[in-house]
């Protein structure tokens, strides 16, 4: 008979890549997950070039050899997106399988299912398929998520622990009248170019209107197409902006939208939500499971931007809706997705994995990069 696992190998992002694995990870952190459990971190992926991405995917598997070295009964819990998020950690998975430990496997991000159902040719899809039905628990973000990994896998051990978020303090928050942010990756799959050609559609009737965008992008392209639908003075393009500034932006902004064409539980929309901003979100991925339409936001059809301007329009022409929606926003939040109960559930399955809690010894991949750093 297998003895219970000591430690829990985690395999994720460097800290300091920007995303929403990281940023899970780092919530769990700061949450005390790492100091009651014993975890070791190791890093599979990092932004940068070619190179040194490939060099981050070396390291992490060597750190995995010597993981195995010092602790021969383990869980491996891996946080995976798609496509090559997802084949590098198949090389864990195998690594783990292959030793008896039990897998945890954390999907995120909203491109599996077009990964796997329109991507993967009928081997690779068999292989995705091996690893899911292999895993000991897979974890998805939202209920929608979960459905369809029961359609996907024949195991029957999927969790839903949503993505986490803190709830900032919301004294003094003052909204700037016209203000419609934007914070994720400014590109075409998250609907970027659908805000710009709403919101040309609502300049005249409201003068006030201007779209504050954050993230990394092709500012250049969307600079132009702004220019060309005549609202470039309306429209500004922050950049990768820390957690201060995104806070700032979030607390001020008088409408958050997320017009994406495909998502699982983006962590933008949860901070707007938490931070008490009426929230105009394509019904797509696990968005559904988070905005209730007319109740704590509303909800468009993906890639129409007329939808997505009539459902703006409301919210401009009417402050007092929106500040309701908003104050609901915040109330969802707050039930369902605080940091502290999202940790809860993952706890529960570690404990439910015969892993012993207790003071942990961050001996972690993590801390060595930082330290070199």
Avoid at 193 to 215: H, Q, S, T, V, Y
Avoid at 342 to 352: D, K, N
């Amino acid at each position: 008979m297998a003895r219970d696992p000591s430690h829990i190998v985690m395999v994720g992002t460097d800290p300091r890549t920007r995303g929403g694995i990281s940023a899970v990870v780092e919530a769990w952190r700061a949450a005390g997950l790492f100091e009651r459990w014993p975890i070791e971190y190791l890093v599979s992926h990092r932004d940068g070039t070619g190179r040194e991405k490939a060099l981050a995917a070396a390291r992490g598997l060597g750190a995995l050899m010597l993981a195995v070295a010092r602790h021969p009964r383990a869980v491996l819990h891996v946080h995976s997106a798609s496509r090559a998020s997802f084949w590098r950690k198949a090389c864990y998975m195998a690594v783990a399988l292959g030793l008896g430990w039990p897998v945890v496997f954390h999907l995120h991000g909203g491109g599996f299912a077009r990964f796997h159902d329109r991507e993967c040719g009928w081997i690779r899809r068999r292989i995705v398929r091996f690893f899911l039905d292999r895993a000991t628990v897979i974890v998805a973000v939202s209920e929608r998520w979960a459905a369809w990994l029961h359609g996907a896998t024949s195991n029957p051990r999927i969790a839903c622990i949503p993505t986490p978020v803190a709830l900032p303090p919301v004294a003094g928050m003052v909204r700037e009248p016209g203000l419609v942010a934007f914070v994720g990756r400014c590109e075409e799959a998250k609907g970027v170019f659908d805000l710009l050609e709403a919101g040309a559609g609502l300049a005249k009737a409201f003068p006030r209107l201007r779209i504050e965008c954050a993230g990394e992008g092709d500012f250049a392209r969307l600079g132009r197409r702004a220019a060309a639908l005549g609202i470039g003075e309306r429209w500004t393009m922050r950049g990768w902006i820390g957690e201060p500034a995104r806070n700032a932006l979030l607390a001020r902004a008088s409408i958050f939208v997320f017009p994406s064409h495909g998502e699982g539980m983006p962590l933008a929309l949860l901070e707007a939500m938490a931070a008490g901003c009426p929230v105009v979100a394509s019904a797509v991925g696990g968005i559904p499971d988070l905005v209730r339409h007319g109740v704590n936001g509303l909800l468009v059809p993906a890639e129409n931007p007329a939808a997505l301007a009539a459902a703006l329009a409301r919210l401009l022409r009417d402050p007092a809706y929106a500040a309701r929606l908003g104050r609901a926003a915040r109330s969802t939040i707050a039930t369902r997705y605080t940091t502290e109960r999202c940790v809860e559930r993952i706890e529960q399955i570690y404990a439910g994995l015969g892993v012993r809690r207790g003071a942990a010894r961050e001996r972690l991949a993590v801390r060595r990069l930082q330290e070199s750093s």
